[in-house]
């Protein structure tokens, strides 16, 4: 089988973009590295399992022991926990700086830990969303003074966390529903997924891409089951919130994530714009069931257009995955699809068939449609896979 980088060269050479003695050294060069590259991954996987083993041992030791220390005991162990790591940190740097970068990142998040601990210690102020809102500072003081990817990626999921925490303290004991906080995480999980684009590309951009892909799809269903079961519910002995802080709280969650989708991205960020109303139009859904006042016409939009609506936003990640040439999102418009297929045979037609029927057209739905969504998949790949990734 053909090593992908002879291929590579042999088109250089027939393009002339380098000479035959050019294309030899660059071959040498890269199988002297080959020895090298092959650790990558498990010497990497071995730091990151390491790191997380390691804030886990550390929770178990001080949780295991707490209530045996005094305060003043209490506080030195938050004081060292939160400094030593990011020395080990500047020990590593030079001589290993995967390890480093892994240190720096457990010492944010002990930063959390001592946050949380020294509150408790000295019985402070009860307002947790505070104290993310802290770590959140933590982790931006981390990335200011050091660009490393993983204080970029903790930052990304405190700020949004601090946010929702808010919203939940200021709504709490309020008649409102919970369509405000799934539709604005909805928004900066789509925001991040889209911060990678052909021209700007970054370690922090793909920690970015990365939270925001794995958190896109729960996401986007807890959005739709939100819609559907929120009109259901009735707060009769509940006070409504006031227009300020629901204007206050749907301004933030539109805004800011336009705001960022338009920072990372500039002038392509209109596409954000376009998503940000496909988000938006969620929220029109209301329970089909028991009610067709409105006519058939808005019965069927309420029942089947979830569905509808959901294959809309596969469709157009699919073809935002082709426009600008990304492979996830492509990927993740594929897997959206074949969810929405799957959650609508299971909610609107396998109750409607027989035990067998039903299980036979199960089987058959993921035999044949399994297999037509992978082969789309693989070509439409294909298509991008000259493009810049």
């Not at 040439?325 to 068939?353: H, P």
């Not at 449609?369 to 991008?384: K, N, P």
Request: with cysteine; proline share 3%.
């Amino acid at each position: 089988m053909a090593n992908p980088l002879d291929k590579q060269l042999e088109r250089w050479i027939s393009a002339r973009v380098v000479d035959a003695s050019t294309a030899a050294r660059i071959r040498t060069f890269e199988e002297s590295q080959g020895s090298s590259e092959r650790l990558r991954w498990p010497v990497l996987l071995a730091v990151a399992l390491g790191g997380v083993l390691l804030c886990a041992g550390v929770l178990l030791f001080v949780a295991a022991h707490w209530d045996e220390l005094s305060p003043a005991w209490r506080f030195t162990l938050v004081l060292f926990l939160v400094a030593i790591f990011p020395i080990a940190g500047a020990l590593t740097e030079e001589r290993f700086p995967a390890l480093s970068t892994t240190f720096y990142a457990i010492g944010t998040v002990c930063v959390g830990a001592g946050i949380f601990l020294t509150a408790q210690i000295f019985n402070l102020q009860e307002h947790w969303p505070s104290g993310i809102l802290m770590w959140a500072i933590g982790a931006l003081a981390g990335w200011l003074l050091l660009r490393h990817w993983t204080q970029a990626a903790l930052m990304a999921l405190l700020v949004p966390a601090w946010l929702a925490g808010e919203w939940e303290v200021r709504t709490q004991g309020f008649a409102v529903s919970n369509r405000l906080l799934a539709e604005g995480l909805l928004l900066i999980a789509i925001t991040y997924l889209s911060a990678r684009t052909s021209g700007e590309d970054s370690p922090a951009r793909r920690a970015l891409a990365w939270v925001g892909g794995l958190a896109v799809l729960p996401l986007s269903v807890v959005a739709f089951v939100e819609e559907r079961e929120t009109w259901g519910w009735g707060w009769q002995n509940r006070a409504g919130i006031s227009p300020l802080l629901h204007l206050t709280g749907w301004a933030i969650a539109i805004c800011a994530p336009l705001a960022l989708g338009f920072v990372l991205r500039k002038s392509a960020g209109w596409t954000n714009a376009v998503v940000t109303v496909w988000v938006l139009v969620i929220g029109t859904f209301r329970p089909a069931h028991g009610n067709t006042g409105g006519g058939i016409s808005v019965f069927a939009w309420n029942s089947l257009g979830p569905y509808f609506w959901a294959g809309v936003g596969a469709l157009g990640m699919v073809g935002w995955g082709l426009l600008e040439r990304r492979r996830e999102r492509i990927n993740l418009g594929v897997a959206g699809f074949a969810l929405t297929v799957i959650i609508f045979y299971f909610s609107d037609v396998m109750d409607k068939l027989g035990r067998s029927a039903s299980l036979i057209g199960l089987g058959v739905l993921f035999l044949f449609g399994g297999w037509a969504l992978e082969r789309t998949r693989r070509q439409l790949v294909a298509r991008v896979a000259g493009g810049t990734q």
